[in-house]
T-cell receptor, first 114, second 114 residues
Framework: AQSVSQHNHHVILSEAASLELGCNYS??????LFWYVQYPGQHLQLLLK??????LVKGIKGFEAEFIKSKFSFNLRKPSVQWSDTAEYFC????????????FGTGTRLTVIP | EPEVTQTPSHQVTQMGQEVILRCVPI?????FYWYRQILGQKVEFLVS????????KSEIFDDQFSVERPDGSNFTLKIRSTKLEDSAMYFC????????????FGSGTRLTVV
C-alpha cells in the first residue's frame, strides 16, 4: 500500500525566509506526486505536480519541488516566503497505473510571521 | 475558472440520523471522488465513481456510506446512520480523465455529529 510521510507538522518562519517541507513516500511502483495547499477556510488547491521528465518541478506562487527517486522524496521549496503563504501544505501520491485515488500526507502547517 | 461546488458548507446532525452531502462536479468531468479529513488528521480517500458505478473504495467506505449521481449534475454522499466519528470535513473532487492530474476539489462540507 502507498503511504506518504510529512515529518514537519508545524513550521514557523519569518517573511523572506527560505522554506523546505519534507515529503517521503512509500510505494513499489511508479507514482505521480503532488503538493496541495489549503488556505484557512478554503479548499485544496494544486500547487504543483510531477509525472515524469525533469525532476525539478515549478509550480504556482514561486513554489518548486524536487523528485529524488533514490530517496523516495518530493520536497517542497520556496526561496522567500510571504505572510500570504500561511496555510496547510499536503503532499500526495497516486499510482501511475491502477487505482486513481490520492494518498495524502498528514500535512504541514506553515505560519509566516510578518 | 470552473469549480466544484459543495453544499452545505457546514451541517450539524444528531447521531443516528442520515445525512446527504451534495456536490456539483465540473460539467465535462467524468470521474468523481469523495475524500474526508478528520480534524487534525490527513485527508483520506473514501470512494471514486465513474460511469454510474463505484470504481474504487477504501476501508472507510462501509455499508453506512453510499454515493449516487441522481441526475446529470449532482453527486451525493449519503451516510445512513451517522456516528460521532463521522465528524469531519468531506471533500468532493472531480477529474476529466482517469488521472489525478485533473483533480479539482470542492471547498468541503464540515459535518458535525452531536
Amino acid at each position: 500500500a502507498q503511504s506518504v510521510s510529512q515529518h514537519n507538522h508545524h513550521v514557523i518562519l519569518s517573511e523572506a525566509a527560505s522554506l523546505e517541507l519534507g515529503c517521503n513516500y512509500s510505494y513499489g511502483g511508479t507514482v505521480n506526486l503532488f503538493w496541495y495547499v489549503q488556505y484557512p477556510g478554503q479548499h485544496l488547491q494544486l500547487l504543483l505536480k510531477y509525472f515524469s521528465g525533469d525532476p525539478l518541478v515549478k509550480g504556482i506562487k514561486g513554489f518548486e519541488a524536487e523528485f529524488i527517486k533514490s530517496k523516495f522524496s518530493f520536497n517542497l521549496r520556496k526561496p522567500s516566503v510571504q505572510w500570504s503563504d500561511t496555510a496547510e501544505y499536503f503532499c500526495a501520491v497516486n499510482a501511475r497505473t491502477g487505482a486513481n485515488n490520492l494518498f495524502f500526507g498528514t500535512g504541514t502547517r506553515l505560519t509566516v510571521i510578518p | 475558472e470552473p469549480e466544484v461546488t459543495q453544499t452545505p458548507s457546514h451541517q450539524v446532525t444528531q447521531m443516528g440520523q442520515e445525512v446527504i452531502l451534495r456536490c456539483v462536479p465540473i460539467s465535462n468531468h467524468l470521474y468523481f471522488y469523495w475524500y474526508r479529513q478528520i480534524l487534525g488528521q490527513k485527508v483520506e480517500f473514501l470512494v471514486s465513481f465513474y460511469n454510474n458505478e463505484i470504481s474504487e473504495k477504501s476501508e472507510i467506505f462501509d455499508d453506512q456510506f453510499s454515493v449516487e449521481r441522481p441526475d446529470g449534475s449532482n453527486f451525493t454522499l449519503k451516510i445512513r446512520s451517522t456516528k460521532l466519528e463521522d465528524s469531519a470535513m468531506y471533500f468532493c473532487a472531480s477529474s476529466e480523465d482517469q488521472g489525478a492530474p485533473g483533480y479539482t476539489f470542492g471547498s468541503g462540507t464540515r459535518l458535525t455529529v452531536v
